[in-house]
């Protein structure tokens, strides 16, 4: 089993920054990659952004620009840095690994 803890979302204003942390615990061996997806209300969950183990990443082309990821490979973590936020960000953000989700974090961007 693997356990990820979120923590890092809120409200915050159109053009505001946020970062979200997600942290795995439990049976997790080498793991490779390590993404962020979101969820707006009455559309599909989507993949925000994703790193690898050696540092490659790849962005949603609605967020390129703004936001970035990264990883503590040592501490199993992973960061997603949130610039000039939009209301169009507001969803849950949930942390994947292989199979495993974290239970997600809201973002609210008001306008």
């Known amino acids: 089993q693997v356990q990820l803890v979120e923590s890092g979302g809120g409200l915050v204003q159109a053009g505001g920054s946020l970062r979200l942390s997600c942290a795995a615990s439990?049976?997790?061996?080498?793991?490779?990659?390590m993404g962020w997806y979101r969820q707006a209300p009455g559309k599909q969950r989507e993949l925000v952004s994703a790193i690898t183990s050696s540092g490659s990443t790849n962005y949603a082309d609605s967020v390129k620009g703004r936001f970035t990821i990264s990883r503590d490979n040592a501490k199993n973590t992973v960061y997603l840095q949130m610039n000039s936020l939009k209301p169009a960000d507001t969803a849950v953000y949930y942390c994947n690994v292989e199979d495993y989700w974290g239970q997600g974090t809201l973002v609210t961007v008001s306008s």
């Open positions: 439990g049976s997790i061996g080498s793991i490779n990659a």
